[in-house]
């Protein structure tokens, strides 16, 4: 058993961290150009909130044992559950966009989803590990998965994060196979998922924009395509090595969202197809050393709850990065480490706290 943390990770973390520091500080100055005060209140809610508080949730959740997120999984699941759902209390959820993810509270204001994830993957990793003999089964396996889904689903849809329900819905598909769920209970409830999607196309205008926009980029470009269309040019405008940091011209004037989910287009036009793909590799990196500490973990539990952690910050990642580029339809989720987001930043680095944790008992 090891008495240290896994450095190799913690690099790796440190580096993402730093590369976000970077990226984000260059994006914030095209907001600075529109509005000062919300350039301002961005700022001191990322770093602030997001990477000093975050740091201290990273090194608080390091000296938690891990055993203690299995004892009380139900109740933290149910609990975020619960919390999700507090948006649609009347004074208490706040609408930005038309859609209802927040809490405030006073000056302060959260999004319970981020901690909904995390519930979500402590509570399946510990259900797995207790059914890990019979995960084969419909009743012990798909049917449980589809349950917690559900009722995700019902909140998330609600409100509406189409983009934070699909990365837990796949985050529970890779932790039911890394469990040793069959394929085939992944691939009906896959197509169920599919399924559910074209009915909500039917009801819901904006999942039909999205899914048009992905299929034609070349539609309504002043409208439903504005952010995918600004986005390729500022990928295309960054060329082999890019424009240099702070020389990003999209996202002055052009890019909806310099500092959210528009982020690595920002960063793609600075830095350039190397810059991009040295990010890429970065989650890369962190996904395989986070898969390497999984599988060396102590028990079925920790094994689980490391490789849904993983899972759960690499997929997100890729799924920003794809939509930018026009391989994957727009979902408005924020890049992990990178672009803003306080909630998600201090969630995610008390999720890699716990990985770090746990990589002290590791099987060499």
Known sequence: MKKTIDKPF?????????????????????????????????ATNQFLFGIIFGTGMLFGALHVPYKFWRRYSLALFVGSLILTAAVFIPGL????????????IGSFSFQPSELLKFGFVVYLAAWLSAAKERIGTL??????L???????????????????????????????????????????????????????????????????????????????????RQSLIAVGSGELFGRGFGQSVQKFRYLPEPVGDSIFAVAAEEFGFVG?????????LFALRGFII?????????????????????????????????????????????????????????EVGVVLH???????
Request: hydrophobic share 55%; proline share 4%; aromatic share 10%.
């Open 146 to 228: 589809g349950i917690m889904l559900a009722l995700i689903g019902a909140i998330l849809l609600k409100q509406p994060d189409t983009g934070t329900f699909a990365v837990i819905f796949i985050t529970g598909l890779g932790m039911l196979v890394a469990s040793g769920g069959k394929w085939r209970h992944v691939g009906g409830l896959v197509l169920i998922a599919c399924i559910g999607l074209l009915l909500l196309a039917l009801f819901k205008p904006y999942i039909k924009d999205r899914i048009t926009t992905f299929f034609n980029p070349g539609n309504d470009p002043q409208g439903s395509s504005y952010q995918i």
């Open 358 to 364: 746990i990589s002290r008992y590791v099987n060499s």
């Open 10 to 42: 913690l690099w790796i973390i440190a580096l993402l961290m730093l590369s976000g520091i970077f990226i984000f500080s260059s994006a914030a100055l095209g907001l600075l150009a529109r509005s000062t005060e919300q350039a301002a209140n961005v």
């Open 294 to 350: 999984a599988e060396r973990a102590p028990d079925y539990f920790s094994r689980l709850l490391v490789a849904g952690i993983v899972i759960l910050i690499t997929v997100q990642s890729y799924t920003n990065i794809a939509a930018m580029l026009g391989v994957f339809p727009l979902t408005g989720l924020p890049l992990i480490f990178i672009s803003h987001g306080g909630t998600a930043m201090l969630v995610s680095l008390a």
């Open 93 to 104: 959820g706040l609408n930005h966009g038309g859609a209802t993810r927040w809490i405030e």
């Open 139 to 144: 009743r012990y396996g798909v049917i449980p």
């Open 276 to 284: 991009s793909v040295g990010l890429v590799l970065l989650f890369l």
